[in-house]
């Protein structure tokens, strides 16, 4: 079995200020990383994944998150965000070997960037 | 240009009339899955298939079906549909299981 917690519903932040979004998954196998960003009234497109090697993955628009095998943990961070980062946040788990082809979802987390 | 596409993407039934939400791509990829999404519940995998006619549960399937004849379609399938399933599903497909996943845009189904 595999399951994804997003530690913080919401988020307000100020434009230009820094931000993370926590995940925390637990996995009886390895497990492939990924966090995924849903624009309102949009489908979810790919921010950054994790598959293997550098545990810092940089992704698209200054996102970049850390794998931290240990702590079982895949935060997400920007170092400073835009009016536009204003969107919903899911962190997903995608299994293999006996867990192969079973997607788990966050619930999401949603960032709201204020002027 | 690369595309998931659903059909309808709204659709607004009743109790127990069978319904069909199609899902189509053309970008040749072996995995699709379907999810379906409720306020606070995030993504829910419904049913995966990792290939033509290879199909498995995901983690809330009851009350639906798939079928994958070939590649590009990956059908869901609401036998009796009943009002706890009304909420917003996305289709999405990927080269391998192990890689990025692409959405449609989404069918938001409501049954009264």
């Known amino acids: 079995a595999q399951s994804v917690t997003q530690l913080d519903s919401q988020v307000p932040v100020f434009e230009e200020a820094p931000v993370e979004l926590r995940c925390n998954y637990s996995s009886s196998v390895s497990v492939y990383l990924f966090w995924y960003v849903q624009y309102p009234n949009q489908g979810l497109q790919l921010l950054l994944k994790?598959?293997?090697?550098?545990?810092l993955v940089k992704g698209i628009n200054g996102f970049e998150a850390e794998f931290n095998k240990s702590q079982t943990s895949f935060h997400l961070r920007k170092p400073s965000v835009h009016i536009s980062d204003t969107a919903e946040y899911f962190c997903?788990?995608?299994?293999?070997?006996?867990?192969?082809?079973?997607?788990?979802f966050g619930d999401g987390t949603t960032l709201t960037v204020k002027p | 240009e690369a595309q998931v596409t659903q059909n309808p993407r709204y659709l607004i039934t009743v109790t127990g009339k069978k319904l069909t939400v199609t899902c189509s791509q053309n970008?040749?990829?072996?995995?699709m899955s379907w999810y379906r999404q409720d306020p606070g519940l995030g993504l829910r995998q419904i049913y995966y298939s990792m290939n033509v006619e290879v199909t498995d549960k995901g983690d809330v399937p009851e009350g639906y079906k798939v079928s994958r004849k070939e590649k590009r379609n990956f059908p869901l399938i609401l036998e009796s549909p009943s009002p706890n399933q009304t909420s917003l599903y996305f289709c999405a497909t990927a080269p391998t299981f192990s890689d990025t996943q692409y959405f449609g845009p989404g069918t938001r189904l409501t049954v009264l």
């Open positions: 997903a788990v995608s299994g293999f070997n006996t867990n192969a082809g079973k997607s788990t």
């Open positions: 994790y598959l293997s090697g550098s545990t």
């Open positions: 970008m040749n990829h072996e995995y």
